[in-house]
């Protein structure tokens, strides 16, 4: 619950299962891997993540970019493209869904970890800069069960884009902590994922 759960959409069984071998770890978990457009319409409906890996190039009906638009209408939830083209046109096609970021194949791991915590930091900011800055008060204000100033400090840098690691560097409080206090956090939101606590502190600053 913790981990950005990262939704796969790649058609390459081999290319996939090595991404989700890459992300197993503290700041990201794989909520699904979709192979065609119709698993991947399915996963963002029933099991919405926090972010997607999305493949360009599918061998299905609709491709990445049709995906990318049906995330802009629904999820609202940073994604980045995956493609073996870098040409031109594909690039101009790509870049008018407004994605987080844009990976061209082959990717090492490195690679990919700072490209999606570089989404994920430039997805926040361009979607929270129409709403005020988070107010502990306020939240406080509409829970059962108030968040701590550390929960609160935990949950504003999620709402930053920030990922566990960068968190555990930023407050230097160690990885278990920052996990406890999130579970916390969660518990006391009413949420069991990153997206729906940003999304539920969006709904509270706009109240």
Do not use: W
């Not at 972010?51 to 190039?57: K, S, T």
């Amino acid at each position: 619950m913790e981990a950005i759960r990262v939704l796969i959409v790649e058609d390459e069984p081999l290319i996939a299962e090595n991404i989700a071998m890459y992300l197993n770890n503290h700041d990201f978990t794989v909520s699904g891997i979709a192979y065609d457009d119709e698993e991947a319409l399915t996963e963002l409906k029933s099991n919405p993540p926090d972010a997607v890996l999305l493949d360009v190039n599918l061998e299905s009906p609709k491709n990445g970019i049709d995906i990318a638009e049906y995330i802009n209408s629904n999820n609202r939830i940073p994604f980045v493209f995956l493609t073996s083209y870098s040409d031109k046109t594909i690039v101009d096609r790509a870049k008018k869904t407004n994605p987080a970021g844009y990976i061209v194949k082959p990717f090492n791991e490195q690679t990919l970890y700072t490209t999606l915590e570089i989404a994920l930091t430039n997805f926040a900011t361009r979607a929270n800069q129409h709403v005020p800055k988070l107010s502990l008060i306020k939240i406080n204000q509409s829970l059962p069960s108030p968040l701590s100033d550390r929960e609160f400090e935990v949950i504003e840098l999620i709402y930053d884009g920030k990922t566990n690691q960068q968190i555990c560097d930023l407050l230097f409080i160690a990885m278990n902590t920052v996990k406890r206090h999130v579970t916390n956090a969660y518990f006391k939101l009413d949420v069991n994922s990153r997206s729906s606590a940003i999304s539920l502190l969006r709904e509270l600053m706009l109240k």
